[in-house]
């Protein structure tokens, strides 16, 4: 299997994503929102257009679903393979283990 590497950006977006899910927030988070959380923990601004080639390059991978608000705003969701990633970033960096609610996927097993 390919290894994909992520940059900071991408990282912490999936961190952002992964941390809202553990809150119980549900739905399309507004990209902007995102960039204005991701800003406050760093010195230096981030650089909004570099944020947004960087959740494209996530939607590319299949990390995220990436979607337009009827404002028309970007919003991002994590998909499940982007789940998997976001749980690796989270258990980075708090030690913990991504503790999100199992979801029914409709598969059939051998052990149905």
């Known amino acids: 299997m390919k290894?994909?590497?992520f940059s900071k950006n991408q990282n912490d977006a999936l961190f952002i994503l992964a941390l809202l899910e553990t809150k119980q927030f549900t739905g399309?988070?507004?990209?902007?929102?995102?960039?204005?959380?991701i800003s406050q923990s760093r010195e230096g601004e981030l650089?909004?257009?570099?944020?947004?080639k960087g959740?494209?390059?996530?939607?590319?991978k299949g990390c995220v679903?990436?979607?337009?608000a009827k404002d028309l705003s970007l919003a991002a969701t994590l998909t499940r393979p982007g789940r998997h990633q976001a749980?690796?970033?989270y258990r980075e960096r708090t030690g913990e283990e991504l503790d999100v609610m199992p979801?029914?996927?409709?598969?059939?097993?051998?052990?149905d």
């Open 103 to 111: 979801v029914d996927d409709e598969q059939v097993t051998i052990f």
């Open 65 to 68: 679903e990436l979607s337009r």
């Open 3 to 5: 290894k994909t590497r």
């Open 55 to 60: 959740l494209h390059a996530l939607s590319d």
């Open 87 to 89: 749980a690796k970033v």
């Open 28 to 37: 399309p988070i507004p990209v902007a929102k995102m960039r204005t959380m």
């Open 47 to 52: 650089d909004a257009s570099n944020f947004r």
